[in-house]
């Protein structure tokens, strides 16, 4: 089963826009880490957020977590055609051993 | 060179045959996954090692097996393919810290008829 759910499920943007996607998820966490998939590709590891922090950049990301909502949100600023890709969050949970992914967003930044 | 590899990138075989799926990494990572993602969705987890001595099933280890030949070598088997098992198989890695970053292989796209 699924431990995080993100939202939207699918978002079309034009290049220079900002997008923003969201995550929910069920249990504890450990930490909550934000992975990038080209299609077809591999997954690449973009930030990770631990239950203590509420908020990290990484060049034109930001991530923010709230933990009393179970939530997270991913912001990429100045989006370019090149951040095509779908987005996944996923969450290690306190005291388990592996890294739950949910089903992804589908970002389509047009150029 | 990739620091997680996988073999073969691409198999279409046909149901009720023995299919074996390769992973190798440079990483020096103790910790390696096999998942599974279906079109559309997310990963789900089929087995994981933390250890050559260690193999753990995960949320959907029915129909498949694993072999941990080595710490840099972790293979999934399926035994008898069945055409819902068509999928985009993902090996990772992870290092002894107790983050849970994954590094990805590119994936195995496996086609059964």
């Known amino acids: 089963s699924q431990q995080g759910e993100e939202d939207p499920q699918a978002l079309s943007i034009q290049e220079g826009e900002n997008a923003t996607m969201n995550c929910s998820y069920k249990t504890s966490i450990n930490n909550l880490q934000w992975y990038r998939q080209n299609s077809g590709r591999g997954l690449v590891h973009l930030i990770l957020?631990?239950?203590?922090?509420r908020e990290k950049h990484s060049g034109r990301l930001r991530v923010t977590l709230d933990t009393s909502k179970k939530s997270s949100s991913l912001l990429i600023t100045a989006s370019r055609a090149a951040d095509t890709a779908s987005y996944f969050c996923?969450?290690?949970?306190?005291?388990?051993?592996?890294?739950?992914f949910g089903a992804g967003t589908r970002l389509f930044v047009k150029a | 060179d990739a620091d997680v590899t996988q073999t073969p990138r691409n198999r279409i075989t046909k149901t009720g045959k023995r299919i074996m799926l390769e992973c190798s990494q440079t990483k020096g990572h103790d910790r390696m996954y096999w998942y599974r993602q279906d079109p559309g969705l997310g990963l789900q987890l089929i087995y994981y090692?933390?250890?050559?001595?260690?193999?753990n099933k995960g949320e959907i280890s029915d129909g498949y097996s694993v072999s941990r030949q080595a710490q840099a070598k972790f293979s999934l088997s399926l035994e008898s393919a069945i055409p819902n098992q068509t999928a985009l198989y993902f090996c990772a890695t992870s290092g002894a810290g107790n983050t849970g970053e994954l590094f990805f292989g590119e994936g195995s796209r496996l086609t059964v008829l």
């Open positions: 996923a969450t290690k949970n306190t005291g388990g051993f592996k890294t739950i």
């Open positions: 090692s933390f250890d050559v001595k260690d193999i």
């Open positions: 957020i631990r239950s203590n922090e």
